[in-house]
């Protein structure tokens, strides 16, 4: 599988076409497969499609809780358009999903996490990033389970935000979702993210060339 970067969206050519979840086949608007730098060091995973990126296709776009993550994107640098853009200008940076599609009345069941399990699998494996950022509970279970020593009922969201863990081959900052975080909160991330940022943080294991 080869990336084409001359596409932020969908830049491993994913199945556009996806049915291997028969029920959200029937609900989504679109598959939102992953987007951004196929270079980036940070490599940011969400639960599943909000409404926005349902219909545009392109993860954490077209509503009030892809807006609120990008604008964290844009204050650390990582994000050169405006927040409420539908295809925003990532550098450094990579948005995905446990799940591709979206169930407007349910959160994605284990199965259909398991079944989009390879699509993620394959973008951290290309894209090889420093820093994974679970963003939600769901997603820092998952993220967590698979790439860290840390037993999954040690790891907590509130608590773990915007905390450096030690993960096999990368280091884990998990981020409560976006529209749950108070004001304090996305501060206190910003912060920590932007101190992680200005250190050397490419420690974890070689990297190729940029």
């Given at each position: 599988m080869d990336a084409n970067q001359e596409e932020l969206s969908n830049p491993f050519g994913m199945d556009e076409d996806c049915r291997n979840c028969p029920e959200l086949c029937e609900t989504r608007s679109s598959i939102a497969h992953g987007y951004g730098d196929v270079g980036a060091d940070f490599l940011f995973v969400g639960e599943m499609p909000g409404p926005g990126a349902d219909e545009t296709g392109v993860?954490?776009?077209?509503?009030?809780?892809?807006?609120?993550?990008?604008?964290?994107?844009?204050?650390?640098?990582?994000?050169?358009?405006?927040?409420?853009?539908e295809d925003p200008e990532l550098g450094n940076a990579f948005l995905t999903y446990l799940t591709r599609c979206r169930h407007p009345d349910r959160a994605p069941t284990d199965e259909e996490i398991g079944n989009c399990?390879?699509?993620?699998?394959?973008?951290?494996?290309?894209?090889?990033?420093?820093?994974?950022?679970?963003?939600?509970?769901?997603?820092?279970?998952?993220?967590?389970?698979?790439?860290?020593?840390?037993?999954?009922?040690?790891?907590?969201?509130?608590?773990?935000?915007?905390?450096?863990i030690r993960g096999r081959g990368f280091e884990l900052v998990p981020m409560i979702a976006p529209e749950e975080q108070t004001d304090a909160q996305t501060q206190a991330f910003v912060e920590s993210f932007a101190e992680l940022m200005a250190t050397d943080y490419r420690q974890t294991k070689g990297r190729r060339g940029r």
């Open positions: 993860p954490f776009t077209g509503d009030d809780a892809g807006r609120q993550l990008l604008e964290i994107l844009r204050r650390l640098g990582l994000c050169g358009s405006p927040a409420d853009s399990e390879p699509y993620l699998n394959a973008e951290i494996r290309m894209i090889n990033p420093e820093i994974l950022v679970p963003i939600g509970e769901r997603a820092l279970e998952a993220i967590g389970t698979e790439y860290t020593t840390t037993p999954a009922d040690e790891l907590d969201i509130v608590e773990d935000h915007g905390e450096r």
